[in-house]
């Protein structure tokens, strides 16, 4: 078995920089790929960012060039640097991940951490 948590939400002001973290923990052998979702209020879970194993990622359109996913794999940790932030990137945002336990391959997510912007 293994859990995700997510840490560095908060509240910041439009143009504002926020830093969230992924620490994933357990029996773990390999994690795979690493993502984040957001949800925003009456809307669905979308893909922000995505990194895989080697470091290769893909962003969402409405944050390239604003936000930059990275990973330790040493430290089962990854990140997301979220710069300019505007309003709409108010959300609960998820750290999501396929990892390889002692037991089996799974796919788990993080409880959840809220980023709002707002001046």
């Known amino acids: 078995q293994a859990q995700l948590v997510e840490s560095g939400g908060g509240l910041a002001q439009p143009g504002g920089s926020l830093r969230l973290s992924c620490a994933a923990s357990?029996?773990?052998?390999?994690?795979?790929?690493m993502g984040w979702y957001r949800q925003a209020p009456g809307k669905s879970r979308e893909l922000v960012a995505f990194?895989?194993?080697?470091?290769?990622?893909n962003y969402a359109d409405s944050v390239k060039g604003r936000f930059t996913i990275s990973r330790d794999n040493a430290k089962n940790t990854v990140f997301l640097q979220m710069n300019s932030l505007k309003p709409e990137d108010t959300a609960v945002y998820y750290c999501n991940s396929d990892i390889a336990t002692h037991r089996a391959r799974a796919n788990y997510w993080g409880p959840g951490t809220q980023v709002s912007v707002s001046s």
């Open positions: 357990g029996s773990i052998l390999t994690i795979y790929g």
């Open positions: 990194i895989t194993r080697g470091g290769s990622t």
